[in-house]
């Protein structure tokens, strides 16, 4: 309603001559605009409408349409100069550039051009008026004015921006709504078998690298990523090889895990695994790093030992790389070691909700993302309830070990541990830990204890250790956030103890932190400073501190820091402290992606160190280009190097070249593809065993029977949703698309993009079904579409005013709420896309005791093929009886 009153506002305005750009010129055919004669054309591009509509003429050679709103309406990046009597930009593509010169008679679109016809372009009050053939010709899309319906109808085989935009905010505006138990919707159930042959993830590698110094140098490497089951087991495994193609590591898991903590009966674990696990780390003893061992728990699978640090850590195939998110800012990169994976570590973590986002790339452009959310504050342990882990590992140490991992000789060789946290109230917990550690062939034991306490918008623990030889540790950290700073604090003493798993030392190390949002005019700054003072018990001192400020511009993150560092000896003169400045930036402009990153050392010394830019673009859907520059001031090199990826439906191709400045060349070629032996021997591109799929089938359900029958149709070309994510790739002409790639052990809701339909009138039975992926195993999900069509009405207060901004939910005869809408400034409401069936209409329980009314109205409508529109007129909103006062 509110844009009908826009539109006749625009009309009126543009009769008044508002708009007026000239006045109107006859040409040779006599016709001369008027605007008592003009026509107000609804916008239509499939099933949406468009903007607020285009002023048109009829004209003695047809329909002209008053370019500024046609433009206006499909958001068209050109600008028209009336005095130049010129127009240009592009249309819908930027190689799809439009030039028109009235003066001369001629226009360009695309490679094409042609002289302009008489007519063609007319001077009206409101501007341009301009042929709808024309129109059509210029901008590549089916321009058809229906005057006797007030409609413009245009027909485009590709979906056009300003469609897609609408599309993305309807799905945006319904994900802002869904907030409802996920336990209510259709669930799909994936049971565990037996045997399930292991869906596959390779990556190969392979090349040639030539300098003067060394000759040349062949080398090849292959990693294989495997996940099925087994005994009712889900299990994982990366082989790899290292640059000669020798086998260097294996790491192979077996393990269940269940959000819902239904494992192992009474025990009601949340995770059990054996292989390849993480150990147990609590800042006084131990340590998380993964190795061959076995472990148990019932604590939530994303939520941290530690409160205020945290650690990630995963596999990361050579050619990889990761970006580390915290609540939309940039942490750090990584690149794959010799262990072929990324590490996080001491990863800090902020006083309420910390966003946690790891992306990982792949050498063809392959996508990847690890989402955490970790609530500090919020996940202590529920009141009445007992958390408890235990487990044994040697960390850096894989199931089958080919060599030594750098990273076990600084590890424990080592450790057992078993703990417990019970949560006294809402507020408190208390927790108790036993821990075994064999150390330089010297066994230790452990007893640590500790208290956490929610006080306010702060969280405060306490604990204290004991080793068996008579060492002592405590400690003391706090995690706070006042308004919109946060703070932490930690305070660590040792005296002659095996701090985690090390040597046994004495130690005092204090650190504070703050982090908070600089606000620069519209601009905010996430800004961060840090300082750590560590004192040794052979009286030498460390003293480190750093800040660092973060940007976000125009989906561009950039994140500056500067570090001081100084040793303090116990005896003789100190060396000169240490400044580094660091700058790193990742995002996109354009259609590129940029990553980039440079360090210095300023003193005591200014020297550079090194500098990298690496540029990333998707030429079409399946071919991209990567260029890289980098500099490494020690060595005095730089090098470039040029990558073409190409991706097929069976696998993905990078071809790379790359120069140095001592003279050096190389030359290699990596394939990444994925089998699925379930499926034969059919090979793909999207990763199958690394992450979560989803097998999903449309089909239309017509007898709703909520199965597919052998004579039922599929459904082609339609989008399917996971979450808040939409596939790129429509279901085939079998109704079916391949979704992987997506977060295991976490509910995804599974639905279809119902604009994306090419039958308006029909919708999905099941909205959205449940889904909790798990790694290389694929979730079928059948999607049946049924007949649909629209409720409208209008609700009204009691005075026959229209009732505006009212929740009103639409309940099916299941009891359950099929749609919901909200009425307009008059009372109007519209359900759009409601399957077929019998309903009733109701206020939102919130806004009717908000608002005191009755929440039933009386209208129950029904739904069905003969009847497809149901218009229920006016109903009235009652308001709550009121009860008469017994002392009156």
């Known amino acids: 309603m509110a844009t009908g009153l826009l539109r006749k506002a625009l009309l009126a305005l543009g009769c008044a001559g508002t708009f007026a ?60 100069d009336l005095a130049a009597k010129r127009a240009s930009g592009w249309a819908f593509r930027e190689n799809h550039r439009i030039s028109i010169d009235v003066s001369a008679k001629s226009v360009t679109y695309g490679t094409s051009s042609e002289t302009l016809a008489p007519g063609t372009v007319r001077e009206t009050p409101e501007g341009w008026c301009v042929d709808s053939a024309a129109l059509a010709r210029w901008f590549g899309i089916a321009v058809k004015p229906l005057t006797s319906g007030s409609a413009l109808i245009l027909e485009s085989e590709a979906k056009l921006p300003v469609e897609m935009a609408i599309e993305r905010e309807k799905r945006a505006a319904t994900l802002k709504k869904a907030k409802f138990d996920l336990t209510t919707l259709p669930q799909v159930r994936l049971p565990y078998r037996m045997w399930r042959a292991p869906a596959l993830d390779f990556v190969v590698s392979a090349g040639v690298t030539y300098s003067a110094a060394t000759g040349t140098r062949v080398d090849r490497r292959t990693s294989v990523y495997a996940a099925g089951e087994i005994a009712r087991l889900s299990y994982d495994a990366l082989a790899q090889t290292n640059d000669k193609g020798v086998p260097s ?10 959000p819902e903590a239904g494992l192992l009966g009474p025990l009601r674990a949340t995770h059990f695994g054996l292989g390849d696990v993480a150990g147990l780390d609590t800042r006084l003893s131990g340590t998380s790093t993964s190795g061959r061992g076995a472990l148990i728990t019932n604590r939530p699978l994303f939520n941290p030992l530690t409160f205020d640090r945290t650690r990630f850590e995963g596999d990361l195939p050579a050619g990889w790389e990761a970006e580390l998110y915290r609540n939309g800012e940039l942490l750090a990169f990584a690149k794959p070691s010799g262990t072929q994976r990324y590490v996080f570590d001491d990863v800090q973590l902020l006083y309420g909700e910390n966003n946690i986002s790891i992306i990982l790339y792949g050498p063809q452009g392959q996508v990847r993302t690890r989402d955490e959310l970790v609530n500090v504050g919020q996940d202590n342990v529920p009141k009445g309830k007992t958390w408890y882990w235990a487990g044994f590992n040697q960390p850096g140490r894989d199931l089958v070990a080919f060599r030594h991992s750098p990273d076990a000789l600084t590890e424990p060789d080592a450790q057992a541990a078993v703990s417990l946290e019970h949560g006294l109230d809402e507020r408190m917990s208390v927790g108790l830990l036993a821990r075994a550690m064999l150390v330089d062939d010297e066994r230790l034991t452990f007893v640590e204890g500790s208290v956490r306490r929610s006080i306010g918008t702060a969280l405060v623990e306490v604990a204290a250790a004991r080793d068996s030889g008579g060492g002592i540790a405590g400690r003391a950290q706090l995690v706070a956030k006042f308004g919109a700073v946060n703070a932490s604090a930690e305070a660590l003493v040792a005296r002659d103890f095996h701090l985690r798993g090390q040597r046994e030392q004495s130690i005092r190390d204090y650190k504070f932190a703050l982090d908070a949002p600089l606000r620069l005019g519209r601009t905010t700054l996430p800004a961060h400073a840090d300082i750590r003072l560590s004192e040794r018990g052979d009286g030498s001192r460390a003293l480190e501190a750093a800040a660092r400020l973060s940007a976000n511009i125009d989906r561009f993150n950039l994140a500056g820091d500067l570090r001081y560092r100084r040793q303090y000896l116990a005896h003789g003169p100190s060396p000169p402290g240490e400044v580094e400045a660091g700058l790193m930036g990742a995002g996109r402009v354009g259609q590129v992606r940029l990553r980039g990153a440079l360090s210095a050392l300023v003193a005591p010394q200014a020297r550079f160190r090194y500098a990298e830019l690496s540029a990333y673009w998707s030429a079409t859907e399946k071919v991209d280009w990567e260029g890289a520059l980098a500099y490494d001031a020690p060595s005095h090199r730089g090098r470039a190097r040029i990558t073409h990826v190409r991706r097929f439906d069976s696998m993905a191709l990078a071809l790379t070249a790359e120069a140095g400045t001592d003279g050096s060349l190389a030359a ?17 591109r999207q990763p ?48 079916a698309v ?19 339909l090419a039958d308006p009138m029909l919708t999905p039975r099941n909205a ?9 195993v694929r979730a079928e999900v059948e999607i049946g579409l049924v007949g649909a069509g629209d409720i409208e009405g209008m609700v009204v207060k009691s005075g026959g005013l229209g009732f505006e901004g009212l929740d009103l939910e639409l309940v099916g005869a299941d009891g359950k709420v099929a749609a919901r809408a909200t009425s307009d400034f008059d009372g109007f409401f519209l359900f ?10 109701r206020v939102a329980a919130a806004a009717a005791t908000a608002l005191g009314v009755v929440a039933e109205l009386t209208a129950n409508p029904a739904v069905d093929a003969e009847k497809s529109i149901v218009r229920l007129g006016t109903l009235e909103v009652r308001p709550l009886p009121q009860v008469a006062d017994s002392q009156q």
């Open 738 to 756: 391949l979704i992987g790639g997506l977060q295991t052990f976490t509910p995804i809701t599974v639905g279809i993009d119902q604009t994306s």
């Open 668 to 684: 290699g070629i990596n394939l990444n593809f994925s089998l699925d032996p379930r499926r034969g021997l059919n090979l793909s």
């Open 249 to 258: 590591a294996l790491r192979l898991r077996a393990y269940r895990s269940d």
């Open 832 to 841: 759009e896309r409601v399957p077929y069936g019998k309903y009733r209409l």
């Open 21 to 80: 750009a000239s006045a109107a010129t006859p040409l040779g055919d006599g016709w001369a605009a008027d605007p008592d004669d003009q026509f107000l054309l609804d916008v239509n591009l499939r099933q949406h409408r468009l903007g607020d509509g285009v002023r048109a003429y009829a004209t003695p050679g047809g329909t002209c349409i008053v370019f500024g709103d046609f433009l206006t309406t499909l958001d068209v990046p050109m600008k028209i």
């Open 688 to 735: 199958l065993a690394g992450a979560g799929v989803v097998h999903a089938r449309v089909y239309r359900d017509l007898n709703d029977n909520g199965l597919r029958d052998p004579a039922e149709p599929l459904e082609k070309g339609a989008l399917i949703t996971t979450g808040t994510r939409t596939t790129e790739r429509p279901t085939d002409v079998h109704g």
């Open 768 to 776: 959205l079904q449940v889904v909790i992926p798990r790694p290389g």
